[in-house]
């Protein structure tokens, strides 16, 4: 909204004071390049240089204006001498020997009489504004792959929508009456480009401010205007005719007249729709970069579980080879008890491949379509008893059982999965030397399986980490993939139930399994993205 500035002296500084904020300088001038008649008194803290340095000769301004700037300053301000509107940016040297970017935007002052001799408009620091530009120029080179390369490429497309905008569109500058029944009394033709509607169109309709500002802001600006105005600046966003809403930077000053009564609204209106979504962008990128390298840190660990799991098989698989080489060549030389014993290792290791393979299969077919628990009655101590008197895990160490009966409905299978993975867990990261204790027992939730060792124990931070796939502890033992413990949280999240370690009285690791005594027989583990078509199973379908 532009209103007239009023008559030289005192009156026309003090409406330039108004008009400009710590960061614009509001100025009138000749139509000859650096011919200034008044400047507001805000050019002294932006540059240095009282208003009347400026004044009256051309000379020494342009003088400070950089020499790769001056013809193009100098071209910019003889068009808009002849009509056209002076818009351009330059380099200018301050007072203090330091340099600043300046945006200078005017235009001809209507006059009744001809020709029109008076310029009008306002300088704005924009240093900052070019160093932020430098640094994301900067931030982009940085940019490598992948979604943080898309995202760069947004934010450059949308920072030279920005620029294109910025240099073709000026402020509005309006003037508002505080009491009557005329509201805007001047009012800017950068109206018609910004917001659509002709300085007509405000004249004739006094509540047109109101009609065009988006309805969740208007409460808001209400309440600041009987307060204080606008004199700090605000944001909102509004109506264009054409129905797209933008967002305004709306910053204006009370006028009084010599009495001190408030008489007028005095302020500038600029369109920072642009500058919101360059910020918009800047945090969506922000975001891609830490999804990026969260993908990076996965991307490793399943490299690291890949070399775990190709050593898992290779020691057994190297072992049935040798071991079977060895009967090939030597069985007719050999005593029968030898014969048995290499068979046996032949087993043992045969066993302890199949697992691996049965892990890798059960982890896959979670991470694909998921499966149901397969429910029937089970006495789960009996259950867990056979089972730890059969396991080879744990025959040379020194193991202490306590397993009461617990009727419950289970999968037979999947609770020997995951007692097998407890145990197999506690002999890899324990010593020799160190003691198992198995137990299980009814408590009020459910019935309660629990594998302890006086081991090292775990960390409180990767207490939680170390059941999710592929995730180790500080110290793994040999060939740990990181598969069986995130198996033993599916298979109890399958029993309505939860797995969880925590610190074992007297010292080491309490490995838990909660599972429910009468579980939904619709519970279903799917993988957190999307599935592909398949037929729900249990893990005994891999064991085929």
Do not use: C
């Amino acid at each position: 909204m532009s209103p007239r500035l009023l008559p030289a002296g005192g009156s026309l500084r003090r409406v330039l004071d108004v008009l400009g904020d710590d960061h614009t300088i509001v100025w009138e001038g000749g139509t000859e390049p650096g011919h200034f008649t008044a400047v507001s008194n805000t050019v002294d803290e932006l540059l240095g240089y009282a208003p009347r340095e400026w004044l009256d000769d051309p000379g020494p301004w342009l003088e400070r204006v950089h020499p790769d700037d001056r013809d193009r300053v100098v071209d910019a301000w003889s068009r808009a001498a002849e009509g056209e509107r002076l818009d351009v940016e330059y380099r200018f040297a301050r007072k203090d020997g330091g340099e600043s970017w300046l945006w200078q935007v005017g235009q001809l002052v209507p006059a009744t009489v001809r020709p029109k001799t008076k310029l009008r408009g306002m300088i704005v620091d924009v240093t900052e504004r070019r160093r932020l530009e430098l640094e994301r120029v900067e931030t982009l080179r940085d940019a490598s792959e992948g979604r943080t390369r898309e995202a760069a490429s947004r934010w450059v497309e949308a920072e030279e929508r920005f620029r294109a905008l910025e240099q073709q569109v000026p402020a509005i500058t309006y003037l508002d009456a505080i009491d009557g029944p005329q509201k805007t009394l001047a009012i800017s033709d950068q109206t018609t480009t910004i917001l659509g509607y002709a300085p007509e169109e405000w004249y004739a309709d006094p509540e047109l401010w109101g009609k065009i500002v988006h309805p969740d802001d208007k409460e808001r600006l209400e309440a600041a205007e009987r307060s204080s105005g606008f004199a700090g600046g605000i944001e909102y966003r509004a109506i264009t005719k054409d129905g797209r809403t933008v967002w305004l930077h709306d910053r204006s000053r009370l006028i009084t007249d010599g009495e001190g009564v408030p008489r007028y609204w005095l302020g500038v209106l600029v369109d920072v729709t642009d500058r919101r979504r360059v910020h918009e962008l800047r945090h969506e990128l922000a975001s891609e970069r830490a999804q990026n390298l969260l993908l990076s840190v996965a991307d490793e660990a399943k490299t690291f579980a890949l070399q775990a799991v190709s050593h898992d098989i290779r020691t057994p698989l190297a072992a049935i080879l040798g071991l079977a080489i060895t009967l090939e060549n030597r069985a007719g030389d050999m005593s029968p008890e030898d014969v048995r014993d290499l068979s046996s290792r032949i087993v043992q290791n045969s066993r302890r491949l199949d697992r691996i393979v049965t892990d890798l299969l059960d982890l896959d077919r979670l991470q694909r379509n998921g499966f149901a628990a397969r429910l029937r009655p089970v006495d789960l101590g009996t259950l867990v008893r056979q089972l730890v008197t059969r396991t080879e895990a744990v025959t040379e160490r020194r193991l202490q059982l306590d397993t009461g009966p617990v009727r419950v409905e289970a999968d037979t299978t999947m609770v020997e999965r995951i007692v097998e993975n407890l145990l197999a867990n506690a002999v890899k990261h324990t010593p020799t030397n160190s003691r198992i204790w198995v137990r299980v027992e009814r408590t009020d939730e459910g019935a309660l399986i629990a594998v302890e060792d006086d081991g090292p124990g775990i960390a409180p931070g990767d207490r939680q980490r170390i059941f999710e796939p592929f995730t180790q502890g500080p110290s793994p033992g040999p060939g740990g993939a990181g598969i069986g413990l995130a198996l033993v949280a599916k298979f109890a999240e399958l029993h309505d139930g939860r797995a969880w370690v925590q610190e074992r009285a007297g010292g080491g690791a309490s490995f838990r399994v909660l599972l429910a005594f009468e579980p939904e027989s619709d519970v279903l583990v799917l993988p957190d993205g999307p599935q592909e078509t398949g037929t729900n199973s249990s893990p005994e379908d891999n064991q085929a």
